[in-house]
């Protein structure tokens, strides 16, 4: 029989390529697996589940998904959101007739939680670069609380934006464009898209839904509270409106009908479709998870280990 003649070792790369871990998959985003592990876990689950492989999850690692590389460039970017975002807050309340008004409109809640998050962004990817953590598989500590508040404020603050954004041409837009007012009816979501989806990768999870519905349950309990407590609206008082209802579209006394309607629409069906669609966008892109062996050491029988010891360090670049 012909016998092989044995390759040189020289030409070993072409005929034995080095094997690279594969790249983690991206689980079905509207698959069952995906829901129901969602639903199971915490609301700040590192666990990625999929159909491809129900019986074992993989799992976020989440420095580099909050302190994606290479670092001084997304620091660079993270910074110019942050301070975009500060100057057209500081824009928007020195523009007001009544800035201590100002926190009254739910654009403006938007733009405080927007704030917030990119804060919380920022800090997080200073400390990460700062303080890389060890165990990257693991929420634990100052950091884990650090990242949890940050993971929370952006699932309540781009579905907010999107919402906003929705209510405010539909409903308020008066047809005159302004810089500021297309910054926060509309700019705010596109900038927060940029940090949490693509420069972070922030997944949102089906019990975020919660946060996302306080907040707006919140709002609806502060229009009632105005409309009937007599706090009354400055721009009433100036002659600029001529009731003291907060928005046009949802005025509690003037129009009770038309905005149970409005207010029960956007609670029982905006709010969650948008939230939905935004935890769809949250899963396009490939998370950046743990990898290999260390995956294979938080998780055995399909089942989290949790233990912190054994959490690996290691990443899929993505």
Request: charged share 15%.
């Amino acid at each position: 029989a012909f016998i092989h003649p044995p390759v040189p070792a020289s030409r070993r790369s072409l005929h034995f390529p080095l094997q690279r871990p594969p790249l983690a998959k991206m689980p079905a985003c509207c698959t069952c697996a995906a829901f129901r592990g969602e639903l199971n876990g915490s609301m700040f689950d590192l666990d990625e589940h999929s159909s491809a492989s129900p019986s074992k999850a993989q799992r976020l690692d989440v420095e580099r998904t909050f302190s994606p590389r290479p670092k001084r460039l997304n620091l660079t970017i993270k910074f110019f959101l942050f301070f975009l975002i500060v100057a057209v807050t500081v824009q928007s309340i020195s523009q007001k007739t009544h800035p201590d008004f100002w926190l009254a409109y739910l654009t403006h809640w938007g733009v405080v939680f927007s704030l917030a998050y990119i804060s919380a962004s920022v800090g997080s990817a200073v400390y990460l670069h700062l303080r890389p953590p060890a165990n990257t598989g693991v929420l634990e500590g100052g950091l884990g609380l650090l990242l949890k508040t940050t993971w929370a404020l952006f699932a309540i603050a781009f579905p907010a934006e999107i919402v906003i954004t929705i209510l405010f041409w539909l409903l308020e837009f008066d047809g005159n464009l302004k810089y500021v007012s297309v910054m926060v009816h509309g700019g705010f979501a596109a900038l927060l898209l940029i940090d949490g989806l693509l420069l972070s990768r922030i997944p949102l999870r089906m019990k975020q839904l919660l946060l996302s519905q306080a907040f707006c349950f919140f709002y609806i309990l502060w229009g009632g509270i105005h409309a009937y407590s007599g706090i009354g609206n400055p721009y009433k008082d100036d002659g600029t409106q001529d009731d003291d209802a907060i928005y046009g579209s949802i005025a509690w006394k003037a129009k009770p009908i038309d905005t149970t309607i409005l207010v029960v629409g956007v609670f029982f069906l905006v709010n969650p479709i948008v939230f939905l669609v935004c935890r769809l966008l949250s899963r396009l892109l490939p998370r950046r998870l743990v990898r290999g062996e260390e995956n294979e050491q938080l998780f055995q029988g399909g089942k989290s280990s949790r233990n912190d010891e054994e959490a690996g360090g290691g990443y899929i670049e993505m």
